[in-house]
């Protein structure tokens, strides 16, 4: 929390909180971070049923702390058909279990309408855990996520990383921060991002080639959502929805339809 802090980085905390049911109130004390729901026991539910008053227990604790988490994820990555009815039973806005995707774009779950279920976050699978007992030394660490940093953010990805805080290597998260921040990425918590996509997701809007322009047109415009023309050569454009702008001209030096 203090290198979050330090280096303003907002982050998600997925609480498991039977173990700590009686120290919540650390949680409630922390400033700028999204306090999240893990689990009341960290173990594999069999049912839904089960999952469900694991669930209603946690959150029974954290009302008490006077905490409202809107995002989930089930222990060990492990995500269920009948999950995403379940969370959106019981409010939540979105759910992040690499057991069904990881280093993706945000989606809703298949075969149900997406204005009625919470959307899933894919997060990167690997901890530093996992990367200690494949030998990985720490500067060996921080190269392996600032690879996954730069590879993502190169197929227009976004990031999510994740750490057990008392598995330690707080000198590798250092570095990422650190290196964020020199960077200038954006920096979210998870429910920030879900939110952002379903803005995104819901906007209606087209856009028309029309006398070599490209004119973009939007019912509703919000200013964090942007529309991107690309073509080969790895050229592109950024462009937010205007109400004052109909139409917008962008040379085509490669002679190319955009896509």
Known sequence: YKLCRTYDI????????????????????????????????????????????????????MKLADLHPKGYAAPYGEWRHWLPELLRDFGFEYSSEFGLAYDALPFF??????????????????SVNRLKHARHTPSQ???????????????????????????????????????????????????????????????????????NKIRLSCEDPVEDVCVCAYWPGEQFELRSFNRNIESVKITNPCGQHYR
């Open 141 to 211: 660490m921080t190269a392996y996520y600032l690879d996954v940093l730069y590879r993502n953010s190169q197929n227009f990805l976004p990031t999510f990383l994740y750490h057990h805080p008392g598995q330690g290597y707080l000198n590798v998260w250092e570095a990422i921060f650190r290196n964020v921040r020199e960077k200038e990425i954006p920096v979210m918590s998870m429910g920030d991002y879900a939110a952002w996509w379903k803005r995104r997701t819901l906007l209606n809007w087209s856009a028309e080639w029309v006398d």
């Open 10 to 61: 907002r982050a998600t905390w997925f609480v498991e909180v039977k173990s700590r049911k009686e120290r919540l109130d650390i949680f409630r004390d922390m400033e700028n971070q999204e306090i999240a729901l893990h689990c009341f026991n960290h173990r594999l539910s069999r049912s839904r049923a089960q999952q469900s008053r694991d669930i209603m227990e946690a959150l029974r604790y």
């Open 109 to 126: 779950p298949p075969g149900n309408r997406f204005e009625s279920l919470p959307p899933q976050i894919p997060i990167h699978p690997i």
